[in-house]
């Protein structure tokens, strides 16, 4: 398993705030927001390690490769709030401890949110702003997992994207609002510019989905104008 944990504070530092000295000064003191890894799987070791190819840097969001070698991460050199906000970038790295390998998949562009691994490990998506301008993370990216350029597949579309999902056929899957209707869409990387609608559009709204296994079924709590929000199933 993985999991995000801030640095602790030094000795003198707690001894200063329990004798009131609490006071904060700008960009001082800053701890990194740390990524741990540990072994559950059979009877060895269980101690977390940290992920070092992270070094002093801060992650914010995260996910596994599906062969549990690495995780891809947004990453900023600082944890700063407003560096959560605008200055992400999106990682690769080993979880291995020797060598601490990291390598970028996307530079700073502006807002960057959720990210996810394609099941068959070729693809990595995010959810993020075209420019440093666009307030919301609102477009769907992917790029090939082992490099290269990444593609806004939700670009031309006036929607705004809340949630992603890799399925189990290879397509990433989204929840998103367009005008005053929420939409679960899909498309296959191969092919960008193919999304097909896979509900939605009606009176129900949703933000968020959960697939089955094998991706066929999906579930959502929706609500409607009528009534309170319930589970719904397709």
Do not use: C
């Not at 420019?131 to 090939?144: M, N």
């Not at 009606?202 to 929706?222: C, H, K, Q, V, Y």
């Amino acid at each position: 398993i993985a999991y995000l944990a801030t640095d602790q504070k030094s000795e003198a530092k707690e001894k200063a705030e329990k004798e009131g000295k609490d006071w904060t000064v700008v960009d001082s003191e800053l701890l990194p927001k740390r990524l741990w890894v540990v072994t559950v799987a059979g009877s060895g070791d269980r101690t977390p390690r940290p992920v070092t190819a992270l070094g002093e840097r801060s992650a914010w969001e995260f996910d596994w490769s599906p062969d549990g070698q690495n995780l891809v991460a947004t990453v900023t050199d600082l944890p700063r709030t407003d560096d959560g906000y605008m200055l992400r970038k999106v990682l690769v790295l080993a979880t291995a401890v020797e060598p601490p390998a990291s390598r970028e998949i996307a530079g700073i562009v502006g807002k960057v949110d959720q990210v996810a691994w394609s099941l068959d490990g070729k693809w990595i998506g995010w959810r993020g702003g075209v420019d440093a301008s666009d307030p919301f993370s609102g477009s769907v990216f992917i790029a090939p997992a082992g490099g290269g350029p990444a593609t806004n597949v939700t670009g031309s579309r006036p929607e705004s994207v809340n949630r992603i999902a890799w399925l189990k056929d290879g397509r990433l899957a989204w929840v998103a609002v367009r005008g005053t209707k929420t939409f679960a869409s899909a498309v296959d990387p191969v092919r960008p510019g193919a999304i097909v609608d896979i509900v939605g559009g009606g009176g129900e709204s949703f933000t968020s989905i959960s697939f089955s296994a094998d991706g066929l079924r999906m579930a959502a709590t929706a609500g409607a104008a009528d009534g309170p929000a319930e589970v719904h199933v397709a």
